[in-house]
């Protein structure tokens, strides 16, 4: 089991900045891949940025350029730089960690980040 806690969601007005946070503890030694996914009202979970343990970035194609994911492995955490955001970029931001010993995906509890205009 992985337990990930999520921090630094928020209301930003458009063009600024935000950091999101998540700590991942449990079975952490199993963990392949940590990432950011979010769901606006209305609409399918999608693909914000992803990484690998051996450092392999994946973001999604309305975030390229803009958000930058890192991870903390001392930590065990994964963060999400998010510049100059935009209204669309309003959402719940879901942390993520994908394991491989026992395939399995698990999920933090969410985290608001609203832009305004």
């Known amino acids: 089991q992985v337990q990930l806690v999520e921090s630094g969601g928020g209301l930003v007005q458009a063009g600024g900045t935000l950091r999101l946070s998540c700590a991942a503890s449990g079975s952490i030694f199993s963990i392949r891949v940590m990432g950011w996914y979010r769901q606006a009202p209305g609409k399918q979970r999608e693909l914000v940025a992803t990484?690998?343990?051996?450092?392999?970035?994946n973001y999604g194609d309305s975030v390229k350029g803009r958000f930058t994911i890192s991870r903390d492995n001392a930590k065990n955490t994964v963060y999400l730089q998010m510049n100059s955001l935009k209204p669309q970029d309003t959402a719940v931001y879901y942390c993520?960690?994908?394991?491989?010993?026992?395939?399995?995906?698990?999920w933090g509890q969410g985290t608001q980040v609203t832009v305004s205009s």
């Open positions: 993520n960690a994908h394991t491989i010993v026992v395939p399995s995906d698990y």
């Open positions: 990484m690998a343990n051996g450092g392999s970035t």
